[in-house]
């Protein structure tokens, strides 16, 4: 007989507005302590500097993390120009400075050259692993850790701010796997001079924005029966995805994971992903082959 897991059969996403020196780990152990829920996860993680838009999923939201870790993301940052840092954020130690502070005219001339498919160089200090290790484990052990380049894609990058000659503040829209901090180092590099982040904050993700998100402090002392209205349906992050309703035979062969013949005729092709659905409740996550549905990801909602 299977052990029964420990906590709630909790479902759905908890939208977080991480505060300012927590880690992802942590938000993501304080949302499910507050639910008691069984299963927690996290789309994307953000460093105990950062803040913003965390997208926490519970129980059988889990089965859709990769859809979230896919989706395109919104930044906001502050780069401090003059001086470079070990991390590329206001962690690290200084490792190299310049006297020069680039004019707002010279700051737009360079975006565009980092708008698009771009080659970065994660930083040094990133979890990134090398022959089985964490980049950041073996800089911090002292060693010369080379970081290859990769291929990312940037949507659009926007000047929005020039507070003083030190400082300027950027919105990025971007695809997965950026490293904000690679992007303000190679600006930098890019006007002459030195420069790290010094605020990074996520605003939005895919079709979620920082506007949904809930502050940590309401977990303080809720207990879950107060936190159920903060709970995101499992399919709000596949709102991109095509739905289809299945009937109650069809609906029964995919809840035990089995293929159903395509009700859809000629308005998907071979590898597209589609929602299944029974009475709108979601019940799958499936793949068009041919004149199949084929389940990929089966939801077990009932509690």
């Known amino acids: 007989m299977a052990r029964r897991k420990k906590g709630n059969r909790v479902h759905g996403w908890v939208f977080l507005d991480k505060p300012l020196g927590m880690g992802s780990t942590q938000a993501v152990a304080m949302v499910r302590r507050a639910f008691n829920a069984q299963k927690a996860g996290h789309a994307g993680t953000l460093d105990p500097l950062a803040t913003g838009l965390l997208a926490i999923a519970l129980g059988e939201a889990t089965k859709t993390v990769p859809y979230m870790t896919d989706a395109g993301k919104t930044y906001t940052f502050t780069v401090r120009w003059g001086e470079a840092t070990e991390t590329c954020d206001a962690e690290g130690e200084v490792c190299a ?3 020069k502070r680039p004019a707002r005219h010279d700051i737009t001339g360079v975006l565009p050259g980092f708008v698009g498919q771009i080659e970065q160089a994660p930083p040094a200090y990133s ?4 022959d089985g290790q964490r980049a950041y484990d073996l800089a911090r ?67 979620v924005s920082i506007d949904d998100c809930v502050e940590a402090g309401v977990f303080d002392d809720a207990d879950a029966g107060d936190l159920s209205g903060l709970l995101h349906p499992v399919e709000t992050v596949l709102d991109h995805m095509p739905v ?24 998907f092709c ?30 077990q909602l009932d509690n």
Do not use: W
């Open 141 to 207: 052990a002292g060693e010369q850790v080379e970081m290859a380049k990769r291929p990312v894609q940037v949507d659009s990058l926007t000047l929005t701010g020039c507070p003083d000659e030190d400082h300027a503040t950027f919105e990025v829209c971007c695809g997965k796997g950026i490293y904000v901090r690679s992007l303000a180092r190679d600006m930098a590099l890019a006007l002459g001079t030195q420069g790290h982040v010094t605020a990074l904050r996520r605003i939005a993700t895919g079709g």
């Open 244 to 267: 289809v309703e299945l009937e109650e035979m069809a609906a029964g062969k995919v809840a035990h994971g089995n293929p159903v013949e395509s009700l859809v005729g000629g308005r």
């Open 97 to 99: 400075t310049s006297p």
């Open 270 to 299: 071979n590898g597209d992903e589609v929602l299944l659905t029974r009475s709108g409740a979601p019940l799958a996550i499936a793949q068009v082959k041919d004149a199949l549905i084929q389940p990929l990801r089966v939801f």
């Open 127 to 130: 979890a990134i692993k090398i």
